[in-house]
């Protein structure tokens, strides 16, 4: 069994601020990590991934995530935000495993101030 | 052209009435997914399918049933809707490889009066 955890429901914060957003998981398995972006009335849209390899991921539009294995995070950072990062992020994470589906967390709803 | 289309964008119906949600990919993958989501629940899974023969329950199927048309058509139905079951709905696929991501459709949105 796996979970994810978003720490923050909402995160304020003013255009062209760092921004972080948390997640941790918890799982039996290795997993694979992912964020992904939802912009008002639409689907969830992939952001980056970590497979394996080096523990600090590029995804699109700026964003970065770091995969923490000791502390089973993987944040998604971005150091300076436009208005149009406005939207709701969701950490997700898949068993490395054939059977394996992803569970996805709560999501954190993003707003960037004027 | 979505890659991922679902039909339809809205629907408004009434307790009781039998509902039918269509997921159709033009991507060629084998699996597909229903989730609904909820305001500060995130997106909980109601059925998946990871080829034409394969049916799983999710971990809300009660008062869901689903369809495996074909490799590119997954539809959602509910056959005797109640207004708790008033959400946005989502398909998404994936390819076979596990490390893939899932590409979604722009969702409906079901409100049950």
């Known amino acids: 069994a796996q979970s994810v955890t978003q720490l923050d429901s909402q995160v304020p914060v003013f255009e062209e601020a760092p921004v972080e957003l948390r997640c941790n998981y918890s799982?039996?398995?290795?997993?694979?990590l992912f964020w992904y972006v939802q912009y008002p009335n639409q689907g969830l849209q992939l952001l980056l991934k970590?497979?394996?390899?080096?523990?600090l991921v590029k995804g699109i539009n700026g964003f970065e995530a770091e995969f923490n294995k000791s502390q089973t995070s993987f944040h998604l950072r971005k150091p300076s935000v436009h208005i149009s990062d406005t939207a709701e992020y969701f950490c997700?994470?898949?068993?490395?495993?054939?059977?394996?589906?992803?569970?996805f967390g709560d999501g954190t709803t993003l707003t960037v101030k004027p | 052209d979505a890659d991922v289309t679902q039909t339809p964008r809205n629907r408004i119906t009434k307790t009781g009435k039998r509902i039918m949600l269509e997921c159709s990919q033009t991507?060629?993958?084998?699996?597909m997914y229903w989730y609904r989501q909820d305001p500060g629940l995130g997106l909980r899974l109601i059925y998946y399918?990871?080829?034409?023969?394969?049916?799983n329950k999710g971990e809300i199927s009660d008062g869901y049933s689903v369809s495996r048309q074909a490799q590119a058509k997954f539809s959602l139905s509910l056959e005797s809707a109640i207004p708790n079951q008033t959400a946005l709905y989502f398909c998404?696929?994936?390819?076979?490889?596990?490390?893939?991501?899932?590409?979604f459709g722009d969702g409906t949105r079901l409100s049950i009066l």
């Open positions: 998404a696929t994936s390819d076979r490889d596990r490390d893939q991501p899932q590409h």
């Open positions: 970590y497979l394996s390899g080096s523990t």
């Open positions: 991507k060629g993958h084998d699996r």
């Open positions: 799982s039996s398995v290795s997993v694979y």
């Open positions: 997700a994470v898949s068993p490395n495993t054939n059977a394996g589906k992803s569970t």
């Open positions: 399918s990871f080829d034409v023969k394969d049916i």
